[in-house]
Protein backbone atom coordinates (compact mmCIF):
# COMPACT_ATOMS: atom_id res chain seq x y z
CA UNK A 1 0.00 0.00 0.00
CA UNK A 2 3.39 2.38 1.04
CA UNK A 3 4.41 1.47 -2.61
CA UNK A 4 1.10 2.82 -4.09
CA UNK A 5 1.13 6.21 -2.46
CA UNK A 6 4.37 6.50 -3.85
CA UNK A 7 3.92 5.75 -7.48
CA UNK A 8 0.20 8.14 -7.15
CA UNK A 9 1.76 11.56 -7.17
CA UNK A 10 4.57 10.19 -9.79
CA UNK A 11 1.03 9.54 -12.22
CA UNK A 12 -0.83 12.74 -11.24
CA UNK A 13 2.92 14.18 -12.53
CA UNK A 14 2.89 11.92 -15.80
CA UNK A 15 -0.46 13.00 -16.51
CA UNK A 16 -0.16 16.94 -15.69
CA UNK A 17 2.78 16.86 -18.25
CA UNK A 18 0.30 14.90 -20.89
CA UNK A 19 -2.25 17.89 -20.47
CA UNK A 20 -0.14 20.48 -20.91
CA UNK A 21 1.71 19.26 -23.79
CA UNK A 22 -1.70 18.25 -25.48
CA UNK A 23 -2.30 22.12 -24.95
CA UNK A 24 0.55 23.60 -26.59
CA UNK A 25 -0.60 21.98 -29.38
CA UNK A 26 -1.23 24.79 -32.86
CA UNK A 27 -4.24 23.42 -34.96
CA UNK A 28 -3.31 23.82 -38.46
CA UNK A 29 -4.31 26.98 -40.37
CA UNK A 30 -7.53 26.29 -42.25
CA UNK A 31 -6.81 26.80 -46.10
CA UNK A 32 -7.82 30.68 -47.52
CA UNK A 33 -11.07 30.65 -49.65
CA UNK A 34 -9.92 30.01 -53.40
CA UNK A 35 -11.28 33.07 -55.74
CA UNK A 36 -13.33 32.12 -58.85
CA UNK A 37 -12.01 32.91 -62.37
CA UNK A 38 -14.01 34.11 -64.62
CA UNK A 39 -14.22 31.35 -67.12
CA UNK A 40 -15.40 29.53 -63.75
CA UNK A 41 -18.19 31.83 -62.97
CA UNK A 42 -19.55 31.94 -66.07
CA UNK A 43 -19.25 28.02 -66.29
CA UNK A 44 -21.83 27.70 -64.09
CA UNK A 45 -23.33 31.15 -62.83
CA UNK A 46 -24.87 32.05 -59.97
CA UNK A 47 -26.81 35.42 -59.67
CA UNK A 48 -26.07 37.54 -56.66
CA UNK A 49 -23.26 38.90 -55.13
CA UNK A 50 -20.04 37.60 -55.29
CA UNK A 51 -16.06 37.93 -55.31
CA UNK A 52 -13.97 36.79 -58.71
CA UNK A 53 -10.51 37.36 -59.94
CA UNK A 54 -10.02 38.45 -63.42
CA UNK A 55 -7.72 40.74 -65.70
CA UNK A 56 -9.19 44.38 -66.03
CA UNK A 57 -9.40 45.75 -69.85
CA UNK A 58 -11.07 49.16 -70.31
CA UNK A 59 -12.39 50.02 -73.92
CA UNK A 60 -13.78 53.17 -75.13
CA UNK A 61 -16.89 51.70 -74.20
CA UNK A 62 -16.53 50.90 -70.90
CA UNK A 63 -14.44 48.33 -68.91
CA UNK A 64 -15.00 44.09 -68.83
CA UNK A 65 -13.16 41.51 -66.62
CA UNK A 66 -11.59 38.41 -68.36
CA UNK A 67 -9.68 35.66 -67.93
CA UNK A 68 -7.07 34.69 -71.00
CA UNK A 69 -6.54 37.66 -73.23
CA UNK A 70 -5.29 38.04 -76.74
CA UNK A 71 -2.26 41.01 -77.02
CA UNK A 72 -2.39 42.92 -80.58
CA UNK A 73 -1.98 46.05 -82.22
CA UNK A 74 -5.57 46.93 -81.76
CA UNK A 75 -5.51 46.78 -77.63
CA UNK A 76 -6.17 43.21 -75.59
CA UNK A 77 -9.42 41.30 -76.36
CA UNK A 78 -10.77 38.29 -73.90
CA UNK A 79 -10.45 35.04 -75.62
CA UNK A 80 -13.57 33.79 -77.36
CA UNK A 81 -15.38 36.50 -75.30
CA UNK A 82 -15.07 34.99 -71.93
CA UNK A 83 -15.34 38.06 -69.93
CA UNK A 84 -17.90 40.10 -67.62
CA UNK A 85 -19.39 43.26 -68.64
CA UNK A 86 -18.40 46.11 -65.77
CA UNK A 87 -19.78 48.99 -67.58
CA UNK A 88 -18.32 52.67 -66.34
CA UNK A 89 -14.97 51.09 -64.90
CA UNK A 90 -14.60 51.08 -60.84
CA UNK A 91 -12.00 53.22 -59.35
CA UNK A 92 -9.11 51.25 -58.56
CA UNK A 93 -8.34 51.90 -54.88
CA UNK A 94 -3.77 52.63 -54.68
CA UNK A 95 -3.81 53.35 -58.13
CA UNK A 96 0.03 54.53 -59.20
CA UNK A 97 1.90 55.71 -62.84
CA UNK A 98 3.58 52.16 -62.75
CA UNK A 99 0.11 50.31 -62.62
CA UNK A 100 0.20 47.76 -65.49
CA UNK A 101 -2.01 48.29 -68.50
CA UNK A 102 -4.25 45.40 -68.04
CA UNK A 103 -4.00 44.63 -63.94
CA UNK A 104 -5.32 41.66 -62.46
CA UNK A 105 -7.85 42.36 -59.71
CA UNK A 106 -10.34 41.01 -57.59
CA UNK A 107 -13.79 42.03 -57.95
CA UNK A 108 -16.85 42.34 -55.51
CA UNK A 109 -20.08 42.67 -56.80
CA UNK A 110 -23.81 41.75 -58.14
CA UNK A 111 -23.90 39.15 -61.00
CA UNK A 112 -26.64 39.78 -63.42
CA UNK A 113 -27.85 38.01 -66.71
CA UNK A 114 -28.34 36.36 -69.39
CA UNK A 115 -28.62 39.29 -71.58
CA UNK A 116 -26.81 41.46 -73.83
CA UNK A 117 -24.13 43.77 -72.52
CA UNK A 118 -21.14 46.06 -73.47
CA UNK A 119 -20.29 46.48 -77.15
CA UNK A 120 -22.60 45.23 -79.49
CA UNK A 121 -24.40 43.52 -76.96
CA UNK A 122 -21.10 40.69 -76.96
CA UNK A 123 -21.65 39.72 -72.99
CA UNK A 124 -24.28 37.59 -71.40
CA UNK A 125 -23.41 38.46 -67.99
CA UNK A 126 -22.16 41.46 -66.34
CA UNK A 127 -21.04 42.19 -62.42
CA UNK A 128 -23.13 45.55 -61.20
CA UNK A 129 -22.11 47.96 -58.12
CA UNK A 130 -18.49 46.78 -58.34
CA UNK A 131 -15.38 47.44 -56.37
CA UNK A 132 -11.97 46.50 -57.31
CA UNK A 133 -8.95 45.34 -55.34
CA UNK A 134 -5.78 45.41 -57.25
CA UNK A 135 -3.76 42.29 -56.99
CA UNK A 136 0.16 42.37 -56.41
CA UNK A 137 2.13 40.20 -59.37
CA UNK A 138 5.13 38.12 -58.01
CA UNK A 139 7.88 37.32 -60.15
CA UNK A 140 9.57 34.38 -59.59
CA UNK A 141 11.21 31.28 -61.02
CA UNK A 142 9.82 28.24 -61.14
CA UNK A 143 11.97 26.60 -58.95
CA UNK A 144 10.65 29.13 -56.27
CA UNK A 145 7.14 28.57 -57.20
CA UNK A 146 7.22 25.24 -56.05
CA UNK A 147 9.66 25.15 -53.03
CA UNK A 148 6.40 27.77 -51.80
CA UNK A 149 3.70 26.42 -53.14
CA UNK A 150 1.24 26.95 -50.52
CA UNK A 151 2.61 30.28 -50.16
CA UNK A 152 1.38 31.68 -53.14
CA UNK A 153 -1.57 29.72 -53.52
CA UNK A 154 -4.15 31.33 -55.24
CA UNK A 155 -2.02 34.57 -55.94
CA UNK A 156 -0.97 36.03 -59.49
CA UNK A 157 2.52 35.17 -60.50
CA UNK A 158 4.67 35.29 -63.41
CA UNK A 159 7.33 32.92 -64.43
CA UNK A 160 9.57 32.67 -67.45
CA UNK A 161 10.65 29.10 -69.30
CA UNK A 162 10.04 26.91 -71.80
CA UNK A 163 6.40 26.59 -73.09
CA UNK A 164 5.56 23.00 -74.04
CA UNK A 165 1.93 22.69 -74.87
CA UNK A 166 0.03 20.70 -77.60
CA UNK A 167 -4.23 21.56 -77.53
CA UNK A 168 -5.23 20.05 -74.71
CA UNK A 169 -2.36 19.93 -71.95
CA UNK A 170 0.49 22.73 -71.48
CA UNK A 171 3.54 22.33 -69.15
CA UNK A 172 5.94 25.05 -68.69
CA UNK A 173 9.94 24.11 -67.81
CA UNK A 174 13.44 25.25 -66.82
CA UNK A 175 14.69 24.36 -70.18
CA UNK A 176 13.51 22.49 -73.55
CA UNK A 177 15.69 20.98 -75.55
CA UNK A 178 16.20 20.04 -79.20
CA UNK A 179 12.95 19.57 -80.62
CA UNK A 180 10.93 20.12 -77.42
CA UNK A 181 11.88 17.30 -75.22
CA UNK A 182 12.32 18.89 -71.58
CA UNK A 183 16.00 18.63 -70.49
CA UNK A 184 16.88 15.64 -68.32
CA UNK A 185 16.56 16.35 -64.78
CA UNK A 186 14.25 19.91 -65.72
CA UNK A 187 12.13 21.02 -63.25
CA UNK A 188 8.17 22.09 -64.85
CA UNK A 189 4.69 22.94 -63.44
CA UNK A 190 1.75 21.90 -65.16
CA UNK A 191 -0.83 24.65 -66.97
CA UNK A 192 -4.57 24.31 -66.16
CA UNK A 193 -4.88 24.93 -69.99
CA UNK A 194 -2.48 25.83 -72.87
CA UNK A 195 -2.37 29.82 -73.13
CA UNK A 196 -5.05 30.54 -76.12
CA UNK A 197 -3.57 33.78 -77.50
CA UNK A 198 -3.43 33.07 -81.62
CA UNK A 199 0.39 36.02 -81.91
CA UNK A 200 1.80 33.46 -79.17
CA UNK A 201 1.38 30.26 -81.19
CA UNK A 202 2.42 31.84 -84.06
CA UNK A 203 5.66 32.80 -82.87
CA UNK A 204 6.55 29.52 -81.13
CA UNK A 205 8.03 26.64 -83.03
CA UNK A 206 5.65 24.01 -83.99
CA UNK A 207 6.68 19.97 -83.79
CA UNK A 208 6.47 17.94 -87.16
CA UNK A 209 3.39 16.68 -86.74
CA UNK A 210 1.55 19.99 -85.52
CA UNK A 211 0.05 19.03 -82.60
CA UNK A 212 2.88 20.79 -80.08
CA UNK A 213 4.12 24.15 -79.97
CA UNK A 214 7.15 24.94 -77.54
CA UNK A 215 9.52 27.40 -77.10
CA UNK A 216 10.23 30.43 -74.30
CA UNK A 217 7.24 32.31 -72.66
CA UNK A 218 6.54 34.68 -69.93
CA UNK A 219 3.71 33.75 -68.59
CA UNK A 220 1.41 35.41 -65.89
CA UNK A 221 -1.17 33.45 -64.14
CA UNK A 222 -3.01 32.30 -60.78
CA UNK A 223 -1.48 29.59 -58.88
CA UNK A 224 -3.76 27.20 -57.20
CA UNK A 225 -4.11 23.49 -56.56
CA UNK A 226 -0.40 22.56 -58.14
CA UNK A 227 -1.03 24.18 -60.99
CA UNK A 228 -0.64 27.25 -62.83
CA UNK A 229 -4.02 28.86 -64.50
CA UNK A 230 -2.63 30.85 -67.37
CA UNK A 231 -4.06 35.24 -67.75
CA UNK A 232 -1.54 36.31 -69.64
CA UNK A 233 1.60 34.96 -71.83
CA UNK A 234 3.82 36.85 -73.93
CA UNK A 235 7.15 35.52 -76.07
CA UNK A 236 10.24 36.10 -74.60
Known amino acids: MAHMHRLL ?10 CT ?3 TVVPSPLPLPTLPLVAEVLAAPTLGQLTVVGILLVTPEGSLLADQ ?3 GAAGS ?9 LGVTPALPRASPSAPDNPIVEASGKLV ?11 RYALEQTTLV ?3 VRDLSIALLLANSALYEGQPVRVQGDLLASPDSALLVEQLGSGGVPAAGTLQVKLAAPPQDPALAAG ?7 RTIFGPIELTGIWRGGKLFPLIATLR
Open 9 to 18: PLTFLILLVA
Open 21 to 23: EQA
Open 69 to 71: IQL
Open 77 to 85: LPFNGQALW
Open 113 to 123: GPGAYGTDGRY
Open 134 to 136: PRT
Open 204 to 210: LHTSVNG
